[in-house]
């Protein structure tokens, strides 16, 4: 599985930025994909996720102001993020998640920076 991750930047506090993230390759495996982020000088931890099935999670800190939403057509998912604040600054890592009992995989885009400043 290889993950192509594309948006972030630059936001001023309470502005909205969207992320996207590609899936290919052995595609049909997938049982879930992600976002995470690991902000300067701390772990990386979970943002959102969603199944393949549809269903969502979200660490509470973002829960109200952010959205996971998937296109099963197009192996995509997205992350709308809204009501940004400087501490939702980090990398933000697309995840990928392939599961055949019992092996369970993870896969990592490359990183993309999200920063919100005024």
């Known amino acids: 599985v290889q993950l192509q991750a594309s948006g972030g930047g630059l936001v001023q506090p309470g502005g909205s930025l969207g992320l996207s993230c590609a899936a290919s390759g052995t595609i049909y495996s997938i049982n879930a994909m992600g976002w995470y982020r690991q902000a300067p000088g701390k772990q990386r931890e979970l943002v959102a996720t969603?199944?393949?099935?549809?269903?969502?999670n979200y660490a509470d800190s973002v829960k109200g102001r952010f959205a996971i939403s998937g296109d099963n057509a197009k192996n995509t998912v997205y992350l709308q993020m809204n009501s940004l604040r400087p501490e939702d600054t980090a990398v933000y890592y697309c995840n990928a998640r392939t599961v055949a009992f019992p092996r369970v995989d993870d896969y990592w885009g490359q990183g993309t920076l999200v920063t919100v400043s005024s």
């Open positions: 969603i199944t393949s099935g549809g269903t969502a």
